[in-house]
């Protein structure tokens, strides 16, 4: 086969994403006008087909759509101002107090829902009066909030590790559950110590949140305990072996519809919106899958992973050189892809390098989700960035400048990540997830 069609593959993709197009139709059409080309017009339609059908038809994506209800269970069902709560206890002492407790809210609700873009809106919300209240500058609260929200990305339980598992071939979802929490924590913590900086140059937060009573202290703890035991239950049972990621997503979404029950905070009406938006958000995430299975079939029957590893490794045979230049691309990526369509596009792609290079899949997963999330903050289509300015109303301008003192310092990580193996792996060692 020609592999230069597969050079051709990518350049159709990209002339879609140019046009405008959304992203999944041109995952699934630039790769049936390529496979049109090299094989008959019935035989292309049936293997497309079947590789779509096929792509979906996995028994761990069907976690997705019960963590993605889960989700959407806890947004309506008042966890946020309780985990807000919990927040302010812990951080609210700290310099650029709010910002402090905006940052590990995100951390918190992002792990507790499994999406960065409802903890952007949810914690955004719940704390954007107080902050304008306190004088902090908008642009600088915008993008705290819009900077830590992905950590919850990397902090189980995660759609996004659970994507790659299926496209990476099997990687254990338990051990990719367990190796991001020490990312997820550090991409949290690199937000905090700049927020820290700016906040103390700048004066924000000069007036500490005033100090609970203990039976304050105990009181935010009771409320907030509950929503937070969500992760030990779940995280814990899959580790333990109880039970499988997609059992464990089913006994998440009874736990939080519980839960919001005991909080009176769900009516009739929020469960109709509620189905709704779980199905959409399903529809499109299942499609997404299905159309990047074509484009991965595709991709390798024209044998594009081969065309860029060949490049890529005649470029240099140095590890270091290689996995600077997949960061830098996967950086550039970010910034126009969304995270889920680029992780279905890019794992399949430079997988395989990861793997000459001696990577371990569970330590790739990580670089590579770290470096995407990044990309949910970055113009010009950062999801997290848009939410959090429509939710704070500022303007994206005047943000993008706020927050690229986060981006640095993130990208900083990001490298700790890439060549200190042991900051993913530890934890599945020390459980036996891993060898």
Known sequence: ??????????????????????????????SLVIMFTIMPFDVAATTAAQKMVTGIDSFSLLA????????????HGGIATRLVNFAKLIVGRLPGSLAQVNILSNMMFGAVSG?????????????????KEEG???NFSTAVNAASCPAGLLIPPSNSLIVFSVVSGGTSIAALFIAGYVPGILMGLSCMVVAHFIAKKKGYGKAALERKTLKEVIKIIWQAAPSLGLIVVVIGGIIGGVFTATEGACIAVLYSFFLS?????????DLRVISV?????????????????????AMAFTGLPTLISDWMLSISDNPIIILIMMNVI????GMFMDLTPALLIFTPIFMPIATHLGMHPIHFAMMIIFNLCIGIATPPVGTALFVGCSVSGAKIEGVIKAILPFCAVLIATL????????????????FGLIN
């Open 115 to 131: 999406s960065a873009v409802a903890a952007a809106a949810a914690v955004g919300k719940t704390l954007g009066p107080q902050i």
């Open 136 to 138: 902090y500058d908008i």
């Open 277 to 297: 938006e779980s199905t959409v958000i399903t529809g499109i995430m299942l499609f997404l899958i299905g159309a990047s299975t074509i484009m991965s079939w």
């Open 1 to 30: 086969m020609d592999i230069s069609v597969g050079f051709w593959l990518l350049c159709l993709f990209i002339g879609m994403i140019a046009l405008s197009i959304p992203i999944a139709i041109a995952i699934a059409m630039s």
């Open 415 to 430: 490298l700790l990540i890439t060549f200190i193996p042991e900051i993913s792996l530890f934890l599945p060692r020390f």
């Open 64 to 75: 997705i759509p019960f963590f993605i209800l889960a989700g959407n269970i806890m947004n």
């Open 261 to 269: 029950l005991a909080y009176r905070s769900l009516s009739l009406r």
């Open 330 to 333: 996967l950086l550039i990526v």
